[in-house]
């Protein structure tokens, strides 16, 4: 069983850096496959960054290249989610997921494990 908590989620000015927080309890390993999605209304949800528990190798979906970094803390079970150069389109309820049997997929069905969200507002 694996709990996911996030947190730092609230409202950044357009441009402007959000951190966003992801806690870990349960089963996890070392190469537990972690990813950050993001879901607005009407949408389904979207995989955003993803990285093994222990670190190494991030995938980053397109829309977030270059602006967004994943990172893990593996003694702290955490993955953070740094937003910088936030836009608009950014906005919406952010997830982190666990156990990706595909490690580095932007696939929702493949993860098993969710947190609850946290919603970032982007004020223009």
């Known amino acids: 069983q694996v709990q996911l908590v996030e947190s730092g989620g609230g409202s950044v000015q357009a441009g402007g850096s959000l951190t966003l927080s992801c806690a870990a309890t349960?089963?996890?390993?070392?190469?537990?496959?972690m990813g950050w999605f993001r879901q607005t209304p009407g949408k389904e949800r979207e995989g955003l960054a993803t990285i093994r528990l222990a670190g190494g190798r991030t995938s980053y979906a397109a829309s977030v290249e270059g602006r967004f970094t994943i990172s893990t803390d593996y003694a702290k079970k955490t993955i953070r989610l740094q937003m910088n150069g936030v836009k608009p389109d950014d906005a919406g309820t952010y997830y982190c997921a666990a156990n990706s049997p595909v490690c580095h997929s932007f696939v929702a069905a493949y993860y098993k494990d969710w947190g609850q969200g946290t919603l970032v507002t982007v004020a223009s």
């Open positions: 349960g089963n996890l390993f070392k190469d537990t496959c």
